[in-house]
């Protein structure tokens, strides 16, 4: 038996770290993909290969502790292995054109997909049920994972979401491209997020202040998405940006990559966590190849993107 399930990668377009304090953001799911082929094997074990490693975990055995990065996928093979009886073992091999740590949802992405490729050998669940499983995957390494780049994974396209009231797809048809710059240098979600919660201990009107403003841009961006306006949609990008500046995520490399993808694209921000990981500059066809040449002129690593909105397939 032989199943295959892929998940695209994400960026966050507007709201990272406002959205650890209740602000709404906006996701987008973009088209790298991850690709998982599961097989079912006689023995009791599940092994994991992709071209960053291999694990073999020995059900036999239920002491053995899984510490490696792919502990989610293993955990939700096991998950689903338990849930249907299925006497013998797995075979996951996973295939990924999504950077990994720097900001576009690799993991999650293989979450998705491993959830996606393993139920596919049992039964065709629904894809709520898939996305319930990645996010139990996800959990077993950060208990109180938002599940917003799981869900963006699964479903595709655009979402808003808040830590309150969840997800809610954008029915956006908006035909734009991603320029996104790798600044190779590699950083910590939870460090950054610790420093912005420093910056918010220490300079709390000026927080509270920014929280209001990029609430208040959402609603703008949600009005540019609507009317396909891409050049405001650029600036909202630039806005966004000012206030990550303010909160102490951006540095030198950062700031110079903006500087050289501001020039031809309609507007660049950091994407993600920040103090390294990626930024991305909004295009159309016309200004897309100047954008990635001056970014590349400058030795910057990077790729366009589109939107991706199939989300999870399995075949
Ligand atoms: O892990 P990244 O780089 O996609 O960034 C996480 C986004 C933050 O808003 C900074 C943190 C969070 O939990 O939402």
């Given at each position: 038996m032989k199943s295959t399930a892929s998940a695209p990668a994400k960026v966050i377009l507007f709201g990272e770290h406002f959205v650890v304090y209740d602000i709404k953001s906006i996701l987008c799911a973009i088209d790298k993909r991850v690709k998982v082929t599961s097989t079912t094997t006689d023995e009791k074990k599940i092994f994991i290969k992709s071209s960053m490693g291999q694990i073999l975990w020995d059900l036999s055995n239920p002491k053995q502790e899984i510490k490696s990065s792919f502990k989610p996928f293993a955990h939700i093979a096991k998950k689903l292995i338990d849930e249907f009886n299925h006497e013998g073992g797995l075979e996951i091999t996973i295939n990924s054109d999504i950077p990994s740590g720097v900001g576009l949802g690799s993991s999650s992405a293989c979450c998705v997909a491993v959830a996606g490729s393993v139920s596919g050998l049992f039964t065709k669940y629904p894809k709520e049920k898939i996305l319930e499983l990645?996010?139990?995957?996800e959990q077993t390494v950060f208990e109180n994972v938002s599940g917003a780049d799981t869900t963006v994974s699964t479903f595709g396209g655009i979402i808003e979401y808040d830590k309150k009231t969840g997800y809610k797809k954008l029915d956006?048809?908006?035909?734009?491209?991603?320029?996104?710059?790798?600044?190779?240098?590699?950083?910590?979600?939870?460090?950054?997020?610790?420093k912005v919660n420093e910056f918010k201990k220490n300079n709390s009107e000026v927080f509270l202040s920014l929280c209001k403003k990029e609430s208040e841009l959402v609603e703008q961006v949600k009005k540019s998405l609507a009317?396909?306006?891409?050049?405001?949609?650029?600036?909202?990008?630039?806005?966004?940006?000012?206030?990550?500046?303010t909160i102490g995520i951006s540095n030198d490399k950062l700031r110079l990559m903006l500087s050289v993808a501001n020039k031809t694209s309609f507007g660049a921000k950091i994407t993600g966590a920040g103090g390294g990981g990626c930024i991305i500059a909004l295009t159309d066809e016309v200004n897309m190849e100047n954008t990635i040449k001056d970014l590349q002129n400058?030795?910057?690593?990077c790729f366009s993107a589109k939107i991706d909105t199939r989300g999870l397939d399995t075949f």
């Open positions: 990645a996010i139990q995957g956006v048809d908006t035909d734009f491209h991603l320029i996104i710059a790798n600044s190779k240098q590699t950083h910590s979600t939870h460090k950054i997020v610790s009317k396909k306006d891409l050049q405001s949609l650029g600036e909202n990008m630039k806005t966004n940006q000012e206030y990550l500046e400058n030795n910057f690593d």
